[in-house]
């Protein structure tokens, strides 16, 4: 019998937001407000494929009689855009914007930023009295916020939380993955979930960032004890929705890149096809391990943090993923640099027994093209040469 297959739908692209268009659309987003756009300044754009693009500004305004800085996003998609979310015409699609905090995929973060709300939540989950404290650590809008809540008791003792913001009720999944790998790794424990499903309550833990610890000349652990933590995840039988492969596949940056870089775009596509090959059984890893997802006291490992990608994958990615950060912080650390590689160097050799070095170099040469996009997110100074040097690193990975 003869089968047919019948062509989907054509592939939507989200609309472009360009930066010439920028200040156009924020100034009419201004004005329907009933303020007046004086600057604004890009912060970092976050693409999600084809399928979606944000931008973060810092905008000064005029309103009420006063200049008011706030945080407004752009936000193209190629699917229909959010109804609570002002829609502005930009360049043949329709633009959303909004305000920090009221992103409308994080209807949480609003609450997860107010005193008042969040220390309703905390009593609704048994947290202590005091003083509470409020920090935004990280916003990627239509994904998630971290929020860093300290509450000072009347003794003066002090207790510090994170609020994981996530879309829908995802920070249930979230939670119930922190409360399965517990008895496996040292993540933070859950202290509750809002009523909505959309913020997970996190202890904080102890310890500094392996990234601070290298850069300022502190003990940090034997590489064998954060493998010995990957031995752990391997172990945990861990089930999960979550597809660290997928996240990990460097084909996911090659159009990204091709765009910023077009005359590196023949490197680009070779380097993500030999770093895409890479044959290994499938375990528990983290999915996204790097020095700023662990903590370190004395010397050794004390936390795992951002467990939220774990899931079955690659051992090979989460130590590609680590040797290539070390790499780039080893770059904008100068005097740690030789520290910093050295360690490199250990942590490659430590994971080389369990992922080959064939499997290594590879996964590294991946964790480099990723890595490349990040200059350009973060709209860091003469971005266009930071991403053709890690394009360049990628592919000595390979022929390493």
Known sequence: METRTRAGPPTRHAPRLSEQAAGRLLADACARAGAT???????????????????????????????????LVLHADAGPLPAKAMALTSEGGRVAVWRFPHDPYLPDLG???DLHRVRRLLDHLGVGPGKVGLRTRVYRPTRRAVVEVTVTGGDGTRRALYLKVLPGDRARAVADRHRELAAHA?????VGV??????????ALQGRTLRDALADGDPVPEPAEIVAVSRRLMDSGLRSDRSPRAFADPARHVA???????EEAETVRAVARAAGDIEAGETVVHGDLHAGQLLVRDGHLTGLLDVDGAGTGLLAHDAGSLVAYLRVLGELRPRATVRIEDYADRIAEAYTPLV?????AR???????????SAHRSQEPGWPATTKSRIARAAASLEA
């Open 37 to 71: 756009l004086l600057d604004h300044r890009l912060r970092s754009i976050h693409h999600r494929g084809h399928r979606s693009v944000s931008h973060v500004h810092d905008v000064d305004l005029w309103a009420d009689g006063s200049v008011r800085r706030v945080l």
């Open 111 to 113: 609450p997860a930023v």
């Open 186 to 190: 040292p993540v933070p424990a859950v």
């Open 194 to 203: 809002s009523s909505t499903g959309g913020t997970v309550v996190l202890d």
């Open 256 to 262: 990204r890149l091709c765009e910023l870089v077009p």
């Open 356 to 360: 080959g070095a064939r499997g290594l």
């Open 363 to 373: 996964a590294t040469a991946g964790a480099w093209l990723a890595l490349a996009t």
